[in-house]
C-alpha cells in the first residue's frame, strides 16, 4: 500500500484535466502538459480531485503507484503556478545576461557561453550574478538548471562557479607553504 498513491490530486479551478486511458493532459494558465503513465494504473477524476489506483496486486505496480501520483500532482502544480529554479555565479568577472530568449554567461572561457532557452522554459536575470529557470515542467526546469550548472561546477579550494541558491560548498584547505 502506497501511503502517497492513495491521496487524492486536488485540481485548482482554472485547471483542466483530461484522461485518456493512460494519457494524461493537464492545462493550465502556465502552459499544457501532456504525459503518458504505466498501463497498470487505473486514473480516473471524480469532481475536482483526481485519484490513482493500481489495476493489480503485483510488486511492480505497486512500485509505480506512488511515483505516478506524484507525477500527476506535479503537472498540476506545474500548469497552476509552476516552478523555478535559482542559480547563483559566485567568481571573478562571473555574469550572465539575458540576448533575447536565450542566456549568455561570462565564465572564464575565452568565449562567452550561450545557452538556448527550450521550449516552455523562460530564464530571468535580476542581477548578473543570479538566474532563476522557470517553466511548467518541474522535470525540465530541473534539467534545464543542471545542464547551466554544468558549465562550472562550484569547486572546493575557491567556491567560484555557478551553485543552486542556498547550496553549500565544502572548502578545502589548499597546499601547506613551506615553514
Known amino acids: 500500500m502506497s501511503r502517497i498513491g492513495k491521496m487524492p490530486i486536488p485540481v ?11 494519457t494524461v493532459t493537464v492545462k493550465g494558465k502556465k502552459g499544457e502538459l501532456t504525459r503518458t503513465f504505466q498501463p497498470t494504473m487505473i486514473i480516473k477524476q471524480e469532481g475536482d480531485e483526481v485519484l490513482v ?17 506524484s507525477l500527476l500532482h506535479n503537472m498540476v502544480v506545474g500548469v497552476s503556478e509552476g516552478y523555478s529554479k535559482k542559480l547563483e555565479l559566485v567568481g571573478v568577472g562571473y555574469r550572465a545576461a539575458l540576448k533575447g530568449r536565450d542566456l549568455e554567461m561570462q565564465l572564464g572561457f575565452s568565449h562567452p557561453v550561450l545557452v538556448k532557452a527550450p521550449e516552455g522554459i523562460t530564464f530571468e536575470v535580476p542581477s548578473q550574478t543570479e538566474i532563476t529557470v522557470s517553466g511548467a515542467s518541474k522535470e525540465q526546469v530541473g534539467q534545464v538548471a543542471a545542464d547551466i550548472r554544468k558549465w562550472r561546477k562550484p569547486e572546493p579550494y575557491k567556491g567560484k562557479g555557478i551553485r543552486y541558491e542556498g547550496e553549500y560548498v565544502r572548502r578545502k584547505a589548499g597546499k601547506a607553504g613551506k615553514e
Open 12 to 22: 485548482p479551478s482554472g485547471v483542466e484535466v483530461k484522461i485518456d486511458g493512460t
Open 53 to 69: 489506483s493500481p489495476a493489480n496486486d503485483e510488486r511492480q505496480t505497486n512500485a509505480y503507484w506512488g511515483l505516478t501520483r
